[in-house]
């Protein structure tokens, strides 16, 4: 049978043994490993981590606006101080990050704006 020690809600170490190697010794499944969790007497795997997005590159960004929409921006910049912030923002930079909160915020600001029609954030990051 197979036993996992569980420190602080989470699998440490499991073992094979026909019985418990100390009270500490839990009996689970064979799915059960390190870094599992443990709580109510039910063992559980981590939440897998999201795979980060592949950045892409700046080009291969702007080309998701509209020219409309791209020079509506750059206009919009020589009187809005946020806009012209992601402007320079994106000016600084060679590739993106579409999952990148300080992206995600910069698009949403541009359709709050009106610079972008409503969903078109949504449509640019996805």
Request: negative net charge; hydrophobic residues 40%.
């Amino acid at each position: 049978m197979k036993y996992a020690i569980v420190k602080n809600g989470v699998v440490v170490n499991t073992a094979i043994s026909t019985s418990p190697i100390t009270e500490e010794w839990i009996a689970c499944s064979d799915t059960v490993g390190p870094g599992d969790t443990y709580s109510g007497g039910v063992f559980s795997k981590p939440p897998t981590p999201e795979t980060p997005r592949e950045p892409i590159s700046k080009i291969e960004y702007l080309r998701r606006f509209t020219q409309d929409e791209r020079v509506g921006i750059r206009l919009a910049a020589a009187s809005n101080h946020i806009v012209n912030d992601y402007v320079e923002l994106l000016n600084a930079t060679t590739t993106l990050h579409l999952d990148d909160p300080d992206v995600i915020a910069g698009v949403n600001q541009l359709e709050q704006a009106g610079l972008l029609a409503a969903g078109r954030a949504a449509e640019i990051l996805a």
